[in-house]
């Protein structure tokens, strides 16, 4: 069946590190990958998207690339901030498709 | 653009009650999704709608959950009678067919607990 596997959390880094939140998948079809983020006490934005293979997505200096020969998607920032703190969720739908098929989530803290 | 639009967002009720969350879908979007957010389980989608009618429930996890689309702007999520581990977060969320990449957009959560 169709799967998303993301790294274990918690991640904590300091103010201005380098992020990377690994995100890989399996799927029956041909998928679009999502970046979803969840801050405290909020619903799920949509933070990035990618609907074809070698597309990047990005969004808020966030950078994901659909790379089909390794199924991932790794989510990356050069600089992160104390406002990135959140769950990030790797997620992915089939074309033709109505599921939505979300990783565990990977819970960011960034210390100032 | 007004986004999924939930309510109420925070519900605390005694075992044994009767829940309803309410859901306002993004207008034009013919598809609505109910996901229950949980520790444990994490996201699980539980039924969704296409053009008002439930096409898929098998998440639904028992007889006590029910989910009603009377029409394209307004859904519920019926609990009854709840439980303690019913407590979690539910999700509505839409999107619209023909829109490029397949994104659902999810509205804030209904954050329930009962005790």
């Known amino acids: 069946g169709d799967s998303v596997t993301q790294m274990e959390g918690p991640v904590t880094l300091s103010e201005e590190a380098f992020l990377t939140i690994n995100c890989t998948y399996t799927?029956?079809?041909?998928?679009?990958l999502f970046w979803y983020v969840q801050y405290p006490g909020e619903g799920l934005q949509l933070l990035l998207k990618?609907?074809?293979?070698?597309d990047k997505g990005s969004n808020k200096g966030f950078e994901a690339t659909y790379r089909k020969e390794t199924t991932s998607f790794h989510l990356e920032k050069g600089s992160v901030q104390v406002s990135d703190s959140a769950v990030y969720f790797c997620a992915l739908i089939i074309q033709g498709a109505q599921k939505l098929v979300f990783g565990q989530g990977t819970r960011l803290t960034i210390n100032p | 653009d007004a986004g999924v639009i939930q309510s109420p967002r925070h519900e605390v009720t005694e075992m044994g009650q009767e829940v309803t969350l309410r859901c306002k879908p993004i207008?034009?979007?013919?598809?609505l999704f109910w996901y229950r957010q949980t520790m444990m389980r994490g996201l699980e989608l539980l039924i969704y709608?296409?053009?008002?009618?439930?096409?898929?429930d098998s998440g639904m996890p028992e007889d006590r959950f029910s989910a009603k689309m009377p029409n394209a702007s307004f859904s519920t999520l019926k609990i009854q009678p709840s439980e303690p581990r019913d407590s979690a977060v539910y999700f509505c969320a839409s999107r619209f067919q023909g829109a490029a990449g397949n994104t659902i957009y999810f509205g804030e959560g209904s954050w329930l607990t009962v005790v």
């Open positions: 207008s034009g979007h013919d598809y």
């Open positions: 990618a609907t074809k293979a070698d």
């Open positions: 709608f296409n053009n008002n009618v439930p096409i898929d």
């Open positions: 799927a029956t079809g041909y998928p679009s």
